[in-house]
């Protein structure tokens, strides 16, 4: 997954703890994206920016926010950790949604909040 | 609230068999883009249609979008071993940069 590189890759939280996750893409592109996975149910979109210091809400937005200040680093904020936020975090980067422009993921950040 | 539906939710097959994926909505997508997931790993982009009717191939792999860009299939020919995986499809939302995924379909092929 050349370009996006998501940290930490794994970690482990206590119910009300605070963390960031970092995604960081070296393609100069505009639109960067955070979504989770949960077994059967695929992807679901968290927030997104289409640009530097823009952002978005998907379709699961409560609990996390999120910052874009540098245009390659696109930031997700849990502020109180809940045991429903384990899951696999993904974070993707592309230029724009347009045929033949290729959408990037990281490779993944598995959390766990016991 | 857009959703994308995709079937099946599982599929286990001989290697040399054929198969097709469906990915269906009542919104309409500006693009639609099909990925390949291995565990463990991020979601790798096997292609986008944007153009209603568009139908691409990707070697042994058949993508078509709907006329009315709000459903899109993918077949494979003879598929291998080599094709099992998750089978994730994704739709555009205009241009306002909305990337919203279908649940995947898990396929197994086994020699």
């Known amino acids: 997954n050349a370009g996006v590189t998501q940290t930490p890759k794994f970690r482990v939280l206590k119910t009300g703890q605070s963390m960031t996750l970092l995604c960081a893409q070296d393609m100069n592109h505009e639109y960067m994206y955070w979504y989770r996975q949960d077994p059967g149910m695929g992807l679901r979109l968290i927030h997104y920016s289409v640009g530097e210091g823009t952002t978005a809400k998907g379709e699961v937005p409560d609990g996390y926010n999120v910052s874009r200040l540098k245009k390659q680093n696109f930031l997700l904020g849990l502020e109180s950790a809940a045991p429903s936020q384990t899951s696999v975090y993904f974070c993707?980067?592309?230029?724009?949604?347009?045929?033949?422009?290729?959408?990037?993921f990281g490779e993944g950040s598995w959390l766990t909040v016991v | 609230t857009q959703l994308l539906e995709q079937s099946p939710q599982f599929l286990s097959i001989q290697e040399g068999e054929n198969l097709t994926v469906y990915c269906n909505s009542s919104?309409?997508?500006?693009?639609l883009q099909w990925y390949r997931q291995e565990p463990g790993e991020g979601p790798v982009l096997l292609v986008t249609v944007v153009t209603g009717g568009e139908v691409k191939k990707l070697k042994r792999l058949t993508f078509q979008f709907g006329d009315a860009r709000k459903d899109s299939s993918l077949h494979i020919t003879a598929a291998q071993p080599g094709d099992t995986g998750l089978y994730l499809c994704a739709g555009a939302v205009g241009s306002q940069g909305n990337l919203i995924f279908g649940k995947g379909t898990k396929l197994s092929v086994k020699p």
């Open positions: 993707a980067s592309t230029q724009a949604l347009l045929s033949g422009n290729t959408i990037y």
């Open positions: 919104s309409v997508f500006s693009s």
